[in-house]
């Protein structure tokens, strides 16, 4: 590859890199970090709750006795 094309390579790549920047170097709406913030606390109640339902569930159980 010869130097002159390296260049203008390098040159359309900075180009695209500039018009085509990441979403996430970009703030978010205050509407959406809300919502964010909600399924967050909604996943960690969720996580709260199934490890409370593990715990419960290990309690041993009395069950009836057979009929024979």
């Known amino acids: 590859m010869t130097i002159p094309m390296r260049a203008s390579l ?18 978010l709406p205050r509407e959406l970090e809300e919502l964010v913030a909600q399924l967050v606390a909604l996943d960690a109640r ?5 490890e409370r339902s593990a715990k419960v569930l290990q309690f041993p159980i009395a069950c009836p006795a057979p009929r024979d």
Do not use: N
């Not at 390098?10 to 703030?27: C, E, N």
């Not at 969720?46 to 199934?50: A, C």
């Open 10 to 27: 390098t040159a359309i790549g900075r180009q695209l890199q500039d018009d085509y920047l990441p979403p996430s170097s970009m703030p």
């Open 46 to 50: 969720k996580q709260r709750w199934t």
